[in-house]
């Protein structure tokens, strides 16, 4: 059973670098799969971040992608979100997920439980 | 503003039948799969449907889903109490981006 589980600072001030690991146990990050990132607002919807593989190949979120790098440590078995010069609008409960491709695509079909972070000096 | 588009709310009563549309474009609903998620208060969202239509297992048959040009519906028949929650679609969309609907949040009156 693949696992997911997010990690780093509950709390961010504003202009910092938000910085988060996810941890996934039941399943090499080096055998495939994309993995990836999502964000929701407290009381809104989910947006997508961005992905990663273990190669390193990445995409990222247009209205994102000058501030976000997501990286991978397949020796820890895990992988990362930076998201820097944050704002109050980046407050949300993030998410790290497995992404597979599906011949057109990919999407998520395992979450982690997700982290609250909150962006306040 | 999400890429697809959702009503905000929805709602039935206990054995009713109940559907949730999703419109979007040529460039992700039209082109690519749709996927519906569910979130209950407080929890991750969970897969409910892929590849338009079908179930991972675990998920009872009173879900299902279709997708006809660039909208897709979530159906629930034999609404129950267990299933308000907030239910989401996605998609992938050709300019490299994954794409979600606003949500529904679905009561069971």
């Known amino acids: 059973q693949v696992q997911l589980q997010e990690s780093g600072p509950g709390l961010v001030k504003p202009s910092e670098t938000l910085s988060l690991a996810c941890a996934v146990s039941g399943y090499s990050i080096s055998s495939g799969y994309y993995w990836g990132w999502i964000r929701q607002p407290p009381g809104k919807g989910l947006e997508w971040i961005g992905s990663?593989?273990?190669?390193?190949?990445?995409y990222y979120s247009p209205s994102l992608k000058s501030r976000v790098t997501i990286s991978v440590d397949t020796s820890k078995n895990q992988f990362s979100l930076k998201l820097s010069s944050v704002t109050a609008a980046d407050t949300a409960v993030y998410y790290c997920a497995r992404q597979p491709y599906d011949s057109s695509g990919y999407y998520v079909d395992y979450w982690g439980q997700g982290t609250l972070v909150t962006v306040s000096s | 503003q999400s890429v697809l588009t959702q009503p905000p709310s929805a709602s039935g009563t206990p054995g009713q039948r109940v559907t949730i549309s999703c419109s979007g474009s040529?460039?992700?609903?039209?082109?690519?799969?749709v996927y519906w998620y569910q979130q209950l208060p407080g929890t991750a969202p969970k897969l409910l449907i892929y590849?338009?239509?079908q179930r991972p297992s675990g998920v009872p048959d009173r879900f299902s889903g279709s997708k006809s040009g660039t909208s897709a519906s979530l159906a629930i028949s034999g609404l129950r109490s267990e299933d308000e929650a907030d239910y989401y679609c996605a998609a992938w969309d050709d300019s490299l981006r994954g794409v979600f609907g606003g949500g529904t949040k679905l009561t069971v009156l």
């Open positions: 590849r338009n239509n």
């Open positions: 990663i593989y273990h190669s390193g190949s990445t």
């Open positions: 040529s460039s992700n609903i039209g082109s690519n799969y």
